[in-house]
């Protein structure tokens, strides 16, 4: 199981953020992912919003970045480590702007850009940038197939509701072929179906563990899908953020559990189709000590998971 290292202050959400994480800073952060590579962690994660209303500050919290702008920032203070959106809120970007950027953090990195894209859950937040909510779903097929178009092709077109373009060039590719991997976040059926048709990666999103393998199943009984490989992103510690960012209590995913109990729990992860997982750091005081648990996963817990 590849696993993958959540930094500190990246949001600020109450069922995750511990206080000591409102003073790290983003040097903080080049700290923690230079170390993070060092020690063998596979990905970094990186959530995003532009705006959270004020109605949902609470339990979101209004502190995130742009998804991309810090994959970016991050892969150019590593070497080897891949970035991973969070997700990236496709339906509140222009395609052909995020196909560009996404295609740049890629080629710049020399190819470790992994884009999770997902359609978003928050009406606000779509109202407060002019977006209509009720056809994120559409504009999400759309863009995807439309972002595609420009990475792979030399002289790209496309003809569609939201987004048209012909008799352009857009360069540079990225360094991944055919392009840089797409993940797609949530467990409608809708969802599993973009994974189905175009994804090599899947993070489950209000999805109690037990029912990985059946959408699994699903992703993979779809038309559309040619038999790839699929990476499924569950932390432990997932199943306890349920909608709005509420706590959901699961006794058996708390932060600080014996390293006995967080193997077995990854590695009935595994059995269900899990490939890449995170362990939720608890309660420390400072990013040393973050650090510090950090190793102790890596040396102590990693080993003995399949």
């Not at 990905?43 to 209004?62: M, Q």
């Not at 850009?113 to 056809?135: C, K, N, Q, R, S």
């Not at 037990?210 to 992103?233: N, T």
Request: charged share 20%; hydrophobic share 40%.
């Amino acid at each position: 199981m590849k696993f993958s290292l959540a930094m500190p202050n990246m949001v600020r959400v109450k069922a995750l953020t511990q206080p000591f994480e409102v003073d790290v800073t983003g040097a903080d952060q080049v700290t923690v992912a230079r170390r993070a590579e060092e020690l063998g962690y596979d990905i970094i994660p990186v959530p995003e919003h532009f705006v959270v209303p004020t109605s949902h500050v609470e339990l979101t919290g209004g502190h995130y970045f742009d998804a991309t702008l810090a994959q970016a920032f991050f892969a150019g203070a590593t070497d080897r480590i891949r970035l991973c959106s969070t997700v990236t809120v496709l339906p509140l970007h222009h395609p052909v702007v995020l196909a560009k950027e996404l295609a740049t953090a890629d080629w710049l990195s020399g190819g470790r850009i992994i884009a999770t894209l997902g359609v978003g859950w928050d009406a606000e937040e779509f109202a407060a940038m002019g977006v209509p909510f009720h056809e994120r779903g559409r504009m999400a097929d759309e863009f995807v197939a439309a972002m595609i178009e420009l990475w792979t092709s030399g002289s790209p077109r496309f003809e569609g509701r939201y987004v048209s373009f012909k008799d352009v060039v857009s360069e540079p590719k990225p360094v991944q072929k055919p392009h840089l991997p797409l993940w797609f976040g949530g467990d409608a059926d809708a969802a599993l179906r973009r994974a189905a048709r175009y994804g090599t990666g899947w993070l489950p999103w209000l999805t109690p563990p037990d029912q990985i393998p059946a959408k699994l199943e699903f992703i993979k009984s779809q038309p559309a899908y040619d038999g790839r490989p699929i990476e499924v992103l569950y932390g432990l510690g997932t199943s306890r953020i349920g909608e709005g960012h509420e706590v959901v209590d699961d006794p058996t995913q708390v932060p600080g559990m014996s390293a006995g109990e967080i193997v077995d729990q990854l590695c009935h992860f595994a059995e269900l189709g899990v490939t890449i997982t995170d362990i939720p750091i608890p309660p420390v005081s400072c990013v040393q000590a973050y650090l510090d648990y950090a190793q102790w996963v890596i040396e102590e817990i990693k080993p003995k998971v399949p």
